[in-house]
């Protein structure tokens, strides 16, 4: 996490009821975040390997997926990232396939398993939205 600077600007006034929306913000965040836990603990899967199943599917631009694109989209480490994407697909829930035009990357897709279980939650997901 990078340490906080404060710009030689003129900090704008915060008034009362900005604390409050942000105050509210981060409870309605807090909530759903554990509605989610919750959701995906009752799946069988971890929190987690939910949120990789989700970005892998939800991938901007639909894809392909390496192994990197899925540390960054959830702000682990790359070699943590691995270890994910081997429990995934020993849990039969992604697989792997060689890029074509670059054989030292490995792309990743959900299998149709990992479908279902993606595909009831994100229905649970969007009705407590």
Same mark, same amino acid.
């Given at each position: ?5 404060? =710009? &030689?600007? %003129? #900090? =704008?006034?915060?008034?009362?009821? /900005?604390? &409050? ?6 409870? *309605? ?12 603990? /009752?799946?069988?899967?971890? %929190?987690?390997?939910? &949120? ?7 991938? %901007? ?8 694109? *899925? ?5 682990? #480490? ?5 270890? *994910? ?11 792997? /396939? ?8 490995? *792309? ?18 969007? /009705?407590?939205?």
């Amino acid at each position: 996490m990078s340490k906080m600077t404060h =710009p &030689q600007k %003129p #900090r =704008p006034a915060i008034s009362q009821a /900005d604390y &409050q929306r942000l105050s509210e913000f981060r409870y *309605l965040i807090r909530r759903f975040l554990e509605f989610s836990q919750v959701q995906a603990h /009752d799946a069988g899967l971890t %929190p987690r390997q939910h &949120q990789a199943l989700l970005a892998i599917k939800g991938y %901007p631009g639909g894809g392909p997926v390496t192994v990197g694109d *899925l540390a960054e989209r959830l702000r682990i #480490r790359h070699h943590s990232a691995v270890e *994910l994407v081997n429990r995934l697909g020993e849990a039969g829930l992604v697989a792997r /396939d060689q890029d074509k035009d670059d054989h030292r990357r490995v *792309l990743l897709q959900l299998t149709v398993r990992a479908d279902d279980h993606l595909a009831d939650l994100s229905v649970a997901h969007l /009705d407590e939205l």
